[in-house]
């Protein structure tokens, strides 16, 4: 399986690398451009409220998320969210919602998503690939 040169993070793949997880930061050999959804910042945010992290954590993080390009939430990812949540419930197989917002992001900007969550699979228009 070829990687694409630009890859959108996934809440699951962000921890893994402030995990230091090895296998993680092989997968970035090949990657020239990384996007960050602004759902994931919004999760690790919310990660950083409940945990009370020392100042340096948040910064790390602040400084990993400025090194990125970010995909916002525009009128037309929230559009694009509609229709995947139609899709979802229709086939009684809904998601996270926060992950349907990720998902919408990565599809409206064309970007595939790096994550270790099958469920994304579920979600027609969206190139997974499993970290």
């Known amino acids: 399986m070829t990687m694409s040169a630009e890859i959108a993070l996934d809440t ?6 402030f995990d230091n997880d090895p296998d993680v930061r092989k997968r970035f ?5 990384v996007w ?7 999760e690790i ?8 992290p ?3 954590q948040k910064s790390d993080f602040e400084q990993f998320v400025s090194s990125m390009k970010v995909i916002d ?7 694009k969210y509609g229709e ?12 996270p919602i926060n992950d349907i917002w990720i998902a919408a992001c990565c599809i409206t900007a064309g970007k595939p998503l790096a994550t270790r969550d099958t469920h994304f699979q579920r979600i027609p228009d969206l190139t997974v690939e499993m970290w």
């Open 73 to 79: 939430c525009t009128s037309e990812v929230a559009l």
């Open 29 to 33: 050999v090949n990657i020239e451009t």
């Open 12 to 17: 699951s793949v962000v921890i893994q690398i």
């Open 84 to 95: 995947i949540h139609r899709y979802l419930r229709s086939k009684g197989a809904m998601i």
């Open 45 to 52: 945010a919310v990660g950083f409220s409940d945990t009370n």
């Open 54 to 56: 020392h100042n340096s």
């Open 36 to 42: 960050m959804p602004v759902p994931v910042i919004a």
